[in-house]
């Protein structure tokens, strides 16, 4: 992922004001290492942070139409620029850049053209003909963006908050799905489809064609002129993400350039769950793995760079954040620039632990609907800025908009789990990859439980944070938390740990609007607490809170203060106060 920003006017096209720009877009280069630039026509600036995956030799941005009337800067991927350029025969292109289909489909179509693009994207085009302009963000916020309005009437695009949070009096996270118009002066939805309604789907379950949907989602994904890989845990759709590339790298232009030989990646603490199965699985799909370790406390010294990064204060974004982080510059160190990951099949298909207590298909799907929506502020933003932090990018074919529409249209009945047919959570993704003839995967790893990236990389990680946090956040702190921050109150001492770290690095009270809140219950959204009576007494984004559901689910005691956030993880996993629960009636395969 690269990284843009955009001044728009301004009313000051001084040198002062250039120098300026050019300041605060170096706060954005860790996202585009390989190249800079900046276009200034007037009061307008956009500038441009390169991370090279297509087309390193020639596609610098900003990118232009023929006669440079329309100039885009861009963070994105379109995986479908191929087709788009064959459409616009009679247009010249400069570049073999992906993005600069954008500046002659505007030509074409102006802001109409949105909904061609298939890919992710932030992008601001700026027409000088009129000296109008349109940004733009992908429908469901993969790429990170953020609007300000300064007080001499200007608006500010950037990649991250910090981009502009010194020179704005107001800015906001730019809504997914969405574009601004200077013409029109506001937002408007580009994004439309069907399963948005949150109305309920009634198409049967299609096993063959969920199956297919994905296939071409991580194909598509395989565009690259650069080494890449895959994040590999060992969990359901990691394995999936790192299967289907294995079965279809060869015979593609990547494959031609890189070899048919897969590359996979996975973190964890020494001994944690995720590096047993992800080995487990590279050796069955034969790819050349890479297994990084850290410490809880090579984790605790990274939260204060996670929080700066990231950009949020959210407890489960931060924990899973870190070992991201961690495993992202290793994979920098190693020449890869761009890896595929998982992110949000869980939302798409109910497959937190928390869903199992789904009262009926209504409420799942509503869920469901919720969850998808609101990635921009979690997962897609953990993926995108944990990696982009080291300079690689991330890519999640879950979030194809291809197969969020197949996906979504399944009727919901076929998503709850129910014990007398067998079904745990993600059954109908389970089912579509169950070949016996020709296996995706062994069957203990395509039926293994949910791990929620921070539990998986070792559940000390988490319990560890909460001592560190213990030791710095005393009771007279926790005691005053509402006075201090009256908006989204920590209620855990690990919570005021991270807010105070946030406030430090983003004192503005815009920057506190950007993070959503709300109490949580393995990940769930505040509605869902409601499923279980005794949730609300237990309220952790660890999946191990969904009591009588995960099999090492929390007891109800908290970890003591004796517990130490510097011991070895062999030490901590000896401490940590986790046991088995019954499961309740629950199927859960291991």
Same mark, same amino acid.
């Given at each position: 992922?690269?990284?843009?920003?955009?001044?728009?006017?301004?009313?000051?096209?001084?040198?002062? !004001?250039?120098?300026?720009?050019? *300041?605060?877009?170096?706060?954005?280069?860790?996202?585009?290492?390989?190249?800079?630039?900046?276009?200034?026509?007037?009061?307008?600036?956009?500038?441009?942070?390169?991370?090279?995956?297509?087309?390193?030799?020639?596609?610098?941005?900003?990118?232009?139409?023929?006669?440079?009337?329309?100039?885009?800067?861009?963070?994105?991927?379109?995986?479908?620029? *191929?087709?788009?350029?064959?459409?616009?025969?009679?247009?010249?292109?400069?570049?073999?850049?992906?993005?600069?289909?954008?500046?002659?489909?505007?030509?074409?179509?102006?802001?109409?053209?949105?909904?061609?693009?298939?890919?992710?994207?932030?992008?601001?085009?700026?027409?000088?003909?009129?000296?109008?302009?349109?940004?733009?963000?992908?429908?469901?916020?993969?790429?990170?963006?953020?609007?300000?309005?300064?007080?001499?009437? /200007?608006?500010?695009?950037?990649?991250? @908050?910090?981009?502009?949070?010194?020179?704005?009096?107001?800015?906001?996270?730019?809504?997914?799905?969405?574009?601004?118009?200077?013409?029109?002066?506001?937002? !408007?939805?580009?994004?439309?489809?069907?399963? $948005?309604?949150?109305?309920?789907?009634?198409?049967?379950?299609?096993?063959? %064609?969920?199956?297919? +949907?994905?296939?071409?989602?991580?194909?598509?994904?395989?565009?690259?002129?650069?080494?890449?890989?895959?994040?590999?845990?060992?969990?359901?759709?990691?394995?999936?993400?790192?299967?289907?590339? %294995?079965?279809?790298?060869?015979?593609?232009?990547? +494959?031609?350039?890189?070899?048919?030989?897969?590359?996979? $990646?996975?973190?964890?603490?020494?001994?944690?769950?995720?590096?047993?199965?992800?080995?487990?699985?590279?050796?069955?799909?034969?790819?050349?793995?890479?297994?990084?370790?850290?410490?809880?406390?090579?984790?605790?010294?990274?939260?204060?760079? =996670?929080?700066? &990064?990231? *950009?949020?204060?959210?407890?489960?974004?931060?924990?899973?954040?870190?070992? @991201?982080?961690?495993?992202?510059?290793?994979?920098?160190?190693?020449?890869?620039?761009? =890896?595929?990951?998982?992110?949000?099949?869980?939302?798409?298909?109910?497959?937190?632990?928390?869903? &199992?207590?789904?009262?009926?298909?209504?409420?799942?799907?509503?869920?469901?609907?919720?969850?998808?929506?609101?990635?921009?502020?979690?997962?897609?933003?953990?993926?995108?800025? %944990?990696?982009? %932090?080291?300079?690689?990018? =991330?890519?999640?074919?879950?979030?194809?908009?291809? $197969?969020?529409?197949?996906?979504?249209?399944?009727?919901? *009945?076929?998503?709850?789990?129910?014990?007398?047919?067998?079904?745990?959570?993600?059954?109908?993704?389970?089912?579509?990859?169950?070949?016996?003839?020709?296996?995706?995967?062994?069957?203990?790893?395509?039926?293994?439980?949910?791990?929620?990236?921070?539990?998986?990389?070792?559940?000390?990680?988490?319990?560890?944070?909460?001592?560190?946090?213990?030791?710095?956040?005393?009771?007279?702190?926790?005691?005053?938390?509402?006075?201090?921050?009256?908006?989204?109150?920590?209620?855990?001492?690990?919570?005021?740990?991270?807010?105070?770290?946030?406030?430090?690095? $983003?004192?503005?009270? /815009?920057?506190?609007?950007?993070?959503?809140?709300?109490?949580?219950?393995?990940?769930?959204?505040?509605?869902?607490?409601?499923?279980?009576?005794?949730?609300?007494?237990?309220?952790?984004?660890?999946?191990?809170? +969904?009591?009588?559901?995960? +099999?090492?689910?929390?007891?109800?005691?908290?970890?003591?203060?004796?517990?130490?956030?510097?011991?070895?993880?062999?030490?901590?996993?000896?401490?940590?106060?986790?046991?088995?629960?019954?499961?309740?009636?629950?199927?859960?395969?291991?």
């Amino acid at each position: 992922m690269c990284g843009i920003l955009a001044v728009l006017g301004c009313s000051d096209d001084s040198q002062a !004001k250039r120098v300026r720009v050019l *300041e605060l877009s170096r706060r954005l280069k860790h996202r585009g290492p390989d190249w800079s630039g900046l276009h200034q026509f007037g009061d307008n600036y956009l500038s441009h942070q390169r991370l090279a995956i297509i087309d390193p030799a020639s596609g610098d941005q900003p990118l232009y139409n023929e006669d440079k009337s329309i100039v885009v800067t861009v963070n994105g991927e379109i995986y479908n620029h *191929e087709q788009l350029r064959k459409s616009l025969a009679n247009h010249k292109f400069r570049t073999g850049s992906d993005c600069e289909v954008i500046a002659h489909l505007y030509e074409e179509h102006g802001d109409g053209f949105i909904d061609m693009l298939d890919g992710v994207f932030s992008f601001v085009l700026l027409d000088k003909r009129d000296n109008s302009f349109i940004v733009a963000r992908d429908a469901i916020g993969v790429t990170s963006l953020y609007i300000g309005w300064g007080l001499d009437g /200007s608006i500010w695009i950037s990649s991250e @908050m910090k981009g502009l949070n010194d020179d704005c009096e107001h800015f906001e996270a730019f809504p997914p799905g969405h574009l601004y118009s200077s013409k029109e002066h506001g937002f !408007k939805r580009w994004y439309n489809p069907v399963w $948005f309604s949150e109305s309920i789907p009634s198409n049967p379950f299609d096993p063959l %064609a969920l199956r297919k +949907a994905f296939e071409n989602a991580v194909v598509k994904r395989l565009m690259t002129d650069v080494p890449f890989g895959v994040l590999l845990s060992g969990g359901l759709d990691s394995s999936l993400v790192a299967s289907v590339t %294995a079965r279809h790298l060869a015979g593609t232009k990547a +494959a031609e350039q890189w070899g048919t030989q897969l590359h996979s $990646f996975c973190v964890g603490l020494e001994g944690s769950p995720d590096l047993k199965a992800g080995k487990e699985v590279a050796d069955y799909l034969g790819t050349v793995h890479h297994e990084f370790t850290f410490t809880v406390q090579d984790g605790i010294d990274a939260i204060e760079d =996670v929080i700066y &990064h990231i *950009e949020t204060y959210d407890v489960t974004t931060i924990r899973a954040s870190t070992p @991201m982080f961690l495993m992202s510059r290793k994979i920098k160190s190693l020449g890869v620039k761009m =890896v595929i990951s998982g992110e949000g099949s869980d939302e798409l298909f109910g497959g937190y632990l928390y869903f &199992h207590k789904a009262p009926n298909k209504e409420e799942l799907h509503q869920e469901t609907c919720s969850k998808v929506k609101a990635l921009h502020q979690y997962d897609c933003l953990r993926a995108n800025k %944990a990696t982009s %932090a080291w300079g690689v990018e =991330v890519r999640v074919p879950f979030l194809d908009k291809e $197969f969020i529409n197949v996906a979504m249209s399944i009727d919901p *009945e076929w998503k709850m789990i129910k014990r007398d047919q067998g079904r745990i959570e993600k059954w109908v993704l389970r089912k579509s990859f169950d070949d016996e003839e020709n296996p995706y995967l062994p069957k203990h790893i395509l039926y293994r439980q949910k791990e929620q990236f921070s539990d998986g990389v070792g559940y000390s990680w988490i319990d560890g944070l909460k001592a560190h946090a213990a030791l710095h956040v005393t009771d007279r702190m926790m005691h005053n938390a509402e006075r201090i921050y009256p908006h989204n109150t920590p209620t855990t001492k690990e919570g005021y740990y991270y807010r105070m770290i946030f406030e430090r690095f $983003f004192p503005q009270n /815009s920057a506190r609007l950007t993070v959503p809140g709300g109490p949580s219950i393995a990940c769930s959204t505040a509605k869902a607490i409601e499923w279980d009576a005794q949730w609300s007494n237990n309220l952790d984004p660890s999946g191990r809170a +969904a009591l009588g559901v995960h +099999a090492s689910a929390y007891e109800h005691t908290t970890v003591p203060p004796s517990f130490s956030a510097g011991k070895s993880a062999s030490e901590m996993n000896k401490k940590a106060r986790i046991i088995d629960v019954p499961t309740q009636g629950v199927i859960i395969s291991t």
